[in-house]
């Protein structure tokens, strides 16, 4: 018998928090096996806002808790089951389309054609008609912000809020989260100031019904960071997922894909998100990813408030107070893509440029041992077009050091003995400037091992 996540119908929940000042949180009770341990248990799902959102949350679909848990039900082989009904164009969409696609052609993270059980209603909900977009302060990001924002052709689609969530913080230890959260949503609300706009802070704890390190949050995002919109179905009107990639990448088989994540499909993933009152669309996939930092590399707010780095928080201390770290693979890559187009200067305030230009041919080696495919490509591409050579030296790293080290991380990622020399003499810090996700795995392995 095929197992089942069941959805309560939504609530609302005010209260004290370590989140916000004042909050409300839009709430479910989810009953499913949990994925890490196996035991069938019954916890509460949540969205929290601050509180003078409370008029906007619907409690009236099921909706968000269904997109937000969508990827896990995938992953695991649950059919989801829910209460209160989902909206009748989304459950035509994911039923017939998405979900039939996605377990058919997928090949790199095999997921199951799993049902949703429940009723549906096509009633369209009254909002405010605001438009939003989630912001992580990253390239794409300010790329939709600029084009769809003081750019943006019409009246009815231009930008009114950023909406900053927690979902992508990929981790498992939640006091590191919030802080993350905490901090990150300060400097979201000072870039959208800058911007003219208003922002929008969720903090969710779906990350508790995934399984650990997060395969399939990680795989298939969108629809877990859509989610947040369709909590706030009674404000938001329509929705811009930032893309990742461009349209020539779309392929369902992301072992065609240079490694890279569902964003290749975007534009049908969010064409199946569409409700009768919540539209979606995809931001940035007519264009590259340089192409998107060349559209922004003169834009005031991103030279002040650009946040590319995803693991500041994971670097020694003496790192921790930058915007951006300045030594993972996006903060080089990112810098690389400007140096190549002579806009390097444009991301003094907010990267360490000195060092980078010190070391830049190691690291320019680096970013291409480390990065994709196409991003190599189209950064080799702008460079010859504007006549910016790649130091030879930076060939040297790449063949002599940086391959042979990603090599020998495959060969030995799965053995304790390594890992363990590894972490006692810091090669994730000396390598990589940081310790991530990783160690966690790490040591949950030597506790079993123990037991």
């Known amino acids: 018998m095929q197992k089942t996540i069941k959805i309560s119908k939504p609530y609302i929940e005010e209260g004290k928090s370590n989140i916000f000042e004042k909050s409300v949180k839009l709430c479910a009770d989810i009953t499913m096996e949990n994925p890490n341990n196996n035991k069938l248990e019954t916890k509460k799902c949540y969205y929290e806002f601050e509180e003078k959102y409370k008029e906007y949350l619907c409690v009236t679909r099921s909706d968000a808790f269904v997109m937000g848990l969508l990827s896990s039900a995938l992953e695991t082989g649950n059919n989801i089951e829910f209460i209160a009904p989902i909206s009748e164009r989304l459950y035509y969409q994911l039923t017939t389309y998405y979900i039939p696609i996605l377990s058919k052609y997928n090949a790199t993270y ?133 893309a990742g990639e461009t349209i020539e990448s779309i392929n369902f088989d992301l072992t065609k894909t240079d490694g890279h994540d569902s964003s290749v499909f975007d534009i049908f993933t969010l064409f199946c998100m569409n409700t009768e ?37 994971f670097c020694k201390e003496e790192r921790k107070h930058l915007k951006n770290c300045s030594l993972c693979s996006k903060c080089l890559r990112t810098m690389t893509d400007f140096y190549a187009f002579g806009k390097l200067d444009s991301l003094k305030d907010v990267m360490d440029i000195n060092n980078f230009l010190k070391h830049k041919t190691k690291y320019i080696g680096k970013m291409m041992g480390q990065q994709k495919i196409s991003y190599v490509r189209d950064m080799k591409e702008t460079a010859k077009k504007n006549n910016i050579k ?62």
């Open 110 to 242: 095999p997921v199951y054609p799993i049902k949703l059980i429940g009723p549906h209603n096509n009633k369209e909900i009254q909002n405010e008609k605001k438009v939003a977009t989630g912001c992580s302060g990253g390239i794409d990001s300010f790329y939709t912000i600029l084009k769809n924002g003081q750019n943006c052709i019409t009246k009815e689609h231009k930008l009114t809020h950023l909406v900053y969530s927690s979902s992508g913080t990929l981790d498992n230890v939640e006091q590191r989260m919030t802080s993350t959260f905490k901090n990150t949503y300060e400097e979201v609300k000072k870039l959208a100031t800058d911007c003219h706009l208003d922002t929008i802070g969720c903090y969710n704890n779906l990350f508790e019904f995934y399984k650990f390190p997060y395969k399939a949050f990680n795989m298939f995002y969108t629809t877990t960071f859509g989610s947040v919109a369709f909590a706030l179905q009674k404000l938001i009107n329509i929705y811009y997922a930032s």
């Open 277 to 313: 009152n919540l539209s979606f669309y995809s931001s940035g996939m007519e264009c590259s990813r340089i192409e998107r930092e060349e559209y922004i590399a003169d834009y005031l707010p991103m030279k002040k408030h650009l946040m590319i780095c995803g693991v500041k928080y």
């Open 390 to 451: 790649i130091p030879f030296g930076s060939y040297i790293y790449l063949w002599c050091w940086y391959l042979p080290i990603k090599k020998l991380r495959k060969i030995f990622k799965n053995s304790l003995l390594a890992r363990k020399i590894y972490y006692k003499f810091d090669l994730d810090y000396k390598l990589d400037g940081y310790r991530g996700e990783k160690f966690e795995v790490y040591k949950d392995k030597v506790k079993s091992k123990r037991k």
